[in-house]
């Protein structure tokens, strides 16, 4: 897929975040919108207006790519129900269509021994845009249950006293009072390191690579150059398949860390940063394969590198 479109500036961190781990799926599959549509039921515009935060997307089509990705559907779902809290529609709801009567011959009922009843009258009136508008008492009625909704807030019976609020319906099953912090993978992986703690180290050695996911992937010339990212460890490292005949394999990261492969390495050792400071690079062939999180180039290799 071709380089994806910024998002709008005033989305909230918590819809970027989802959008931008949808968008790291697609890539990981390196796939296409229109496959990703075939596979998951949801059409191609739906996932264009999704994977560009004009619309949040259902759960079913998160937990439908997360699968394609083999993502961690826990760890999925507590970024789809953060983003949903945080969710603010853009643009005004349809206009509202009016109920349609139901069809009645001409002074008959549809059995012709049953009377034909007279239609109950509707309260308010239509208006010239054929939009039914509500009467007096309608709205003594939104009225009284606006008042019953303050009232409820203001005693709000489900505070206990601790500050704890019961997280919304739908919630993964053990998942705390809201705001949801995200959960650590760092249990899962039983990894012996940690982020500034992993700088230098094996990341299959410290175990790293149990929960290790790819953040982006560049197919070139016989061979694959991947960023990998480990959540439990927050460490990154390189990684390419086919390594014969490679060289240069490294990561950087905007920090100024670097960690170097051996000609001929399948991967380097890990940095402390997450994947959006860091970026890989191999030489190939005589040109520069390089990934980052977001993006991926093939450059000519001009100097020593």
Same mark, same amino acid.
């Given at each position: ?187 899962? @992986? &039983?990894? $012996? ?6 700088? =230098?180290? #094996?990341?299959? !050695?410290?175990?790293?690579?149990? %929960? +290790? ?49 051996? @000609? &001929?390495? $399948? ?6 940063? =997450?994947? #959006?400071?860091? !970026?890989?690079?191999?030489?190939? %062939? +005589? ?19």
């Amino acid at each position: 897929m071709g380089r994806w479109q910024p998002l709008r500036g005033d989305l909230p961190a918590e819809v970027v975040r989802l959008v931008r781990e949808l968008r790291q799926y697609v890539d990981r599959c390196e796939t296409t919108t229109a496959t990703v549509a075939a596979k998951t039921g949801y059409s191609r515009s739906s996932w264009l207006r999704y994977l560009n935060g004009r619309r949040l997307p259902p759960w079913s089509a998160v937990e439908g790519l997360g699968r394609l990705a083999q993502a961690d559907a826990e760890y999925l779902r507590v970024l789809w129900e953060s983003a949903a809290h945080a969710w603010t529609p853009g643009g005004a709801a349809g206009e509202p269509v009016p109920p349609t009567a139901p069809k009645r011959r001409a002074g008959r009922s549809e059995h012709p021994d049953t009377p034909v009843a007279a239609a109950p009258p509707t309260e308010g009136r239509w208006s010239s845009r054929g939009i039914l508008m509500p009467g007096a008492g309608v709205w003594l009625a939104v009225a009284a249950a606006c008042s019953l909704l303050a009232a409820l807030l203001l005693a709000r019976p489900w505070d206990t006293g601790t500050g704890a609020v019961r997280p919304p319906d739908g919630a993964p099953a053990g998942a705390p009072a809201w705001p949801w912090p995200l959960r650590s993978a760092v249990d899962r @992986t &039983g990894a $012996a390191c940690r982020s500034g703690g992993c700088r =230098g180290l #094996d990341p299959y !050695r410290e175990k790293c690579d149990r %929960d +290790g996911v790819v953040v982006h992937r560049l197919r070139a010339y016989g061979h694959v150059l991947t960023l990998q990212f480990s959540p439990g460890c927050m460490a990154s490292w390189a990684e390419v398949e086919t390594p014969a005949g490679t060289a240069g394999l490294r990561i950087a990261t905007s920090g100024g860390d670097e960690q170097r492969a051996a @000609t &001929g390495g $399948a991967y380097t050792a890990m940095v402390g940063n =997450g994947p #959006d400071a860091a !970026r890989a690079t191999v030489v190939v %062939d +005589g040109r520069q394969l390089g990934v980052a999180r977001y993006d991926s180039w093939i450059d000519a290799v001009t100097g020593s590198g």
